[in-house]
Every structure is written in C-alpha cells, then in structure tokens.
C-alpha cells in the first residue's frame, strides 16, 4: 500500500544545524556573524536548534511577518527563560528590568518608561551637550584618539548624570572607573566565555576573571547601597534624576521599591544605557570619516546650526536621523532577541512546544537583501528613500520589551554627532574595513576607531 503525503507538507521543525550545539555556541562566540550568515544560506529564514545540556531548543528568525507575529503577540505566552538569561542575571541582579515577566515587569516598566521619554528626556539634552563638550575639551591638535574610550566617557557620564544624579567629584570618578572595568573583564570573545559557561565561573581568587568579576560586583553594590542610603536618610538631596524617582515612588499597597530593586535597576541602566550608545557612535564616526562623501554631507546639513539652535531642531535633521539609523541597521549592537515560549506557538507554518526560545535575529533581519538592497554597503540614503516597517528595522527590539532607553539614546547620539562634528576634525587613522567583535553580550569596532584630531573650533 503506498501512504500518500501531501508535498507541501512542512516537518514538524524547521531544519538546522546537526553540530552539538555547545559546538555552535562556541563557534558563535568565536564568529557570530560568520555562523548567522553560514546558516541563513544554508537553512533560509528560520533554522532550529534542538536542546542541550547548555540552552533550551531554540529557534533563529529574520522573517518580518514572524517578527510582527511575536511582538504582537499576547505577553503573557513567554517569560525569561531562566538558563540562557543567566549571563544577564549575573551581571545585572535577579530584579534587573530585563529578567522580569508578567505583572512585575508592567509595573516596573510602568514606573521606569516616564524619565526615558518626551520632556522630561529633553531635559537631558543640555547635559549630554555640556558633557560632550567637557569631553572634547580634552584633546589636542595632531592627537591621536581611540573614539570610542570617548564616547563610551561621553555616554557613561551622561546616564551617571541623568540616573543618578551624580555630578564631577571622587564618588562620580570612583564609580565611573569601576564600571569601565567591570565591563572590561569581558572585552573580547575569549573571556565572554565566562559569562556564558556557568561551569568557568569559579571564584578561584581576585586574580582570576570570575575572581575579579565578583569582587568589582560587590564594591559596584557597596557603593550603590551607599548611596541609597545617604539619599533616604537625606531627603532634600532627592532631586530630577531617575535614582530620585525610584526612591520616591510607592505601589497601590503604598510600598516603597526595595533597596535590592533599585540597586538591580540602576546597575541595568547604567550598563544598557552607555555600552550600547557608546559602540553605535563609534561606528557612526567610522563610517562618517571611512566614506568622506557621507561625512561631508552631514557637515553641510550641520553647518546651518549655530549656540542658538534648540536641540528639538537638532534631532529633526534628516541626514543626521539617516546617518544614524544606518548606523544602527548595519551594526546592531545587539544580535538577537529572546522570547521563550510558555504556550504553544505557531510560526512560519510551525508550532513551537512551550519551553522553546523564540529568537528574532536582528543582523540578518537587517542584512535582508529583498528590504535592504545592498545590505553590506552603509547607505544612509535608503532612509530618506524609504521608511521601514517596525518588523523590518529593529534594533531597539519590539513589542511589550521594546528598549526602554531608546528615544533616549537616538536624542543622545544625535545630539553628541552635532556637538564634535560641528566643533572638532578628526581623520581615520586606519582606512581597512572594520569589523566588529564581542564585548560580552554586545558588539563593538574591533579597534574602537583610531582617529587623529586635526582641527578644533574655538
Ligand atoms: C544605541 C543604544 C541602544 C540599543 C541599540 C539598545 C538595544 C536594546 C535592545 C535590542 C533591547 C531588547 C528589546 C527587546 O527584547 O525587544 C533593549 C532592551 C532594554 N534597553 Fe536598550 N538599547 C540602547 C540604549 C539603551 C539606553 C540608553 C537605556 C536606558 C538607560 C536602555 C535600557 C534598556 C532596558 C532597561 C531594556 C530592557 C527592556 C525590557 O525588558 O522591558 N537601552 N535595548
């Protein structure tokens, strides 16, 4: 008897690479672009990997239609999957934003989402400028520059600034010091194993990485909690900034947010509020200076601007917006999204079992040849051509867990591009392309950018 299938039948699971997949891991820490892209050709829009003794079964997607689907999707259908989010969990506590589901995360975006966003956000842009300008202050003529150990100084001292309130003096340059260290423990692909393998993460004293790590998280919590403390026990030091706020606020039960939440919550925006704008404005500075048409049209765009123009004028700009969200297409900082099923869930013709990790890949999303002609070319003109659906273009991620910092950051990066572009000359010192490389969960150009400065507007 011949059983008769249907030919469209699909598999129950979309095809995928038979390699263990601790193998793939490793692989993908070593090479992520290179692994995205190898499976992408061989597998299409969607590819699986089963489970293993490492991560739950996972499934890798750049297809916009499937990304509408999940962040349209009810929130309630996922969680945060509790082993691969343990990177974040070690770095940034148990009551970090980012780990937090259902009511908890409502209610605590619901109180963090206000100071990102409309005036109280522009608000800000007066110290990002001052801060900019303080920072390119320091450099000289003939100087040679790593541009991003400055935007990351920029980016760090604006969010110290506006979260915590904390202006110059020992406790701003001790805090800031200890925060660029800590993120550096994991500055390159081989020591972000540690954050991934929870077998390496063995406090074998303070010279080892976890050693280390361990103990700049303790002297981070300590100085939090002290500050904390000095500003309950002090209530006329409670000012505009964001750790002023989460001090103040109470629930419907009238509870004030504990110490250990609000120390999780800062460490959270003190680190996905600078890394992330730091390493997006170094590759815009690269890109600006390693095609010098592209440079030398925002310059002319920029030259319009004099002291007097508002910074509501400055992020209008239409090259300076495309610039900068061709930026963030081409190099996302942030590769994947992550959304771990509690229900079953279709996708592209497949169901998915609870306990499986939805994936939306934002660099092959973004690589996309049929939405971005050219996708390996930085072509900022494709944004004034064209405006991209919030499934096609998504660096900020979407849906109920889209990046809370993300006006913020746009209005920042927009607003330090004018202030340097419009002061100081720089020069690529390296005319080779540039790739990225790994900085624990986030990307970064591989050299940081060297740049000479050559001319400064007094
Ligand atoms: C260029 C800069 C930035 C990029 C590319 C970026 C990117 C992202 C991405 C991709 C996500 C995940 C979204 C999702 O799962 O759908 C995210 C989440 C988040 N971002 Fe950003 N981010 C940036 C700047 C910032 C800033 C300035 C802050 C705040 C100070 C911030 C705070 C957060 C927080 C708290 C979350 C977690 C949101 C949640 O789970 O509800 N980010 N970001």
Same mark, same amino acid.
């Given at each position: ?19 263990p997949p601790?193998?793939i ?7 992520q ?10 597998? %299409?829009?969607? /590819?699986?990997?089963? @489970?293993s003794? +490492?991560?739950?079964?996972?499934? #890798? =997607?750049?297809? !916009? ?6 962040f ?8 945060v ?10 770095l ?43 920072v ?29 309130g904390?202006?110059? %003096?020992?406790? /701003?340059?001790?805090l @800031?010091?200890? +925060?660029?260290?800590?993120?550096? #423990? =994991?500055?390159? !692909? ?13 406090n ?8 280390k ?5 303790q ?11 000095r500003r309950?026990?002090?209530p006329?030091?409670l ?8 001090l ?14 609000i ?11 600078h890394?992330?704008t ?9 890109w ?10 925002l ?52 169901t ?6 939805l994936?939306p ?14 996708p ?8 004034l ?21 993300y ?12 202030t340097?572009?419009?002061q ?16 624990g969960?986030t ?5 940081g ?10």
């Amino acid at each position: 008897m011949t059983i008769l299938t249907s030919p469209q039948a699909k598999p129950k699971l979309p095809d995928g690479s038979k390699t263990p997949p601790v193998i793939i891991m490793i692989q993908a820490l070593i090479d992520q672009f290179g692994t995205l892209e190898k499976a992408q050709q061989k597998y %299409g829009d969607i /590819f699986y990997t089963p @489970k293993s003794a +490492l991560l739950p079964p996972y499934v #890798i =997607f750049s297809d !916009p239609q499937a990304i509408e689907k999940v962040f349209t999707a009810d929130p309630n259908l996922f969680e945060v999957e509790k082993q691969s989010s343990l990177p974040v969990r070690v770095l940034l506590g148990d009551n970090s934003l980012v780990l937090l589901d259902g009511i908890s995360h409502q209610q605590h975006r619901k109180l963090l989402v206000p100071p990102f966003h409309g005036e109280r956000m522009k608000s800000y842009g007066q110290t990002m400028v001052d801060v900019t300008k303080e920072v390119i202050a320091q450099w000289q003529i003939g100087q040679t520059i790593c541009i991003r150990d400055y935007t990351q100084e920029i980016s760090l001292k604006v969010i110290l600034r506006t979260v915590f309130g904390l202006n110059e %003096g020992e406790k /701003f340059d001790r805090l @800031k010091q200890i +925060l660029i260290d800590y993120l550096d #423990i =994991f500055n390159s !692909p081989l020591k972000s194993f540690f954050l991934f393998f929870p077998f390496l993460q063995k406090n074998l004293g303070a010279l080892t990485p976890w050693g280390k790590f361990l103990k700049q998280k303790q002297v981070i919590k300590e100085i939090l909690q002290t500050e904390i403390d000095r500003r309950r026990n002090n209530p006329e030091t409670l000012g505009e900034d964001i750790l002023s706020l989460m001090l103040s606020v109470r629930d419907e039960d009238g509870k004030p947010m504990r110490d250990d939440e609000i120390r999780d919550e800062l460490m959270t925006m003190l680190f996905a509020g600078h890394e992330t704008t730091a390493s997006s404005l170094a590759w815009a500075f690269y890109w600006l200076h390693y095609l010098p048409e592209v440079g030398q049209k925002l310059r002319s765009e920029l030259s319009s601007l004099d002291n007097d123009t508002d910074y509501n004028t400055i992020i209008k700009l239409p090259y300076l917006n495309a610039v900068i969200s061709e930026t963030l297409r081409i190099h996302p900082v942030v590769v994947f999204l992550s959304r771990y099923l509690k229900a079953p869930f279709e996708l592209m013709g497949y169901t998915f079992e609870p306990g499986t990790n939805l994936f939306p890949c934002i660099y092959l999303t973004h690589r996309r040849e049929d939405i971005y002609p050219e996708p390996k070319k930085f072509k900022p003109e494709r944004f004034l051509e064209r405006q991209f659906s919030p499934y096609e273009y998504i660096p900020f991620g979407g849906g109920h867990r889209r990046c809370l910092g993300y006006a913020f950051a746009l209005f920042e990066m927009k607003l330090v591009l004018a202030t340097i572009l419009s002061q100081v000359k720089l020069e690529l010192l390296d005319n080779r392309p540039l790739k990225p490389l790994r900085r624990g969960f986030t990307f970064t150009p591989a050299t940081g950018v060297k740049m000479k400065v050559t001319a400064i507007k007094n």
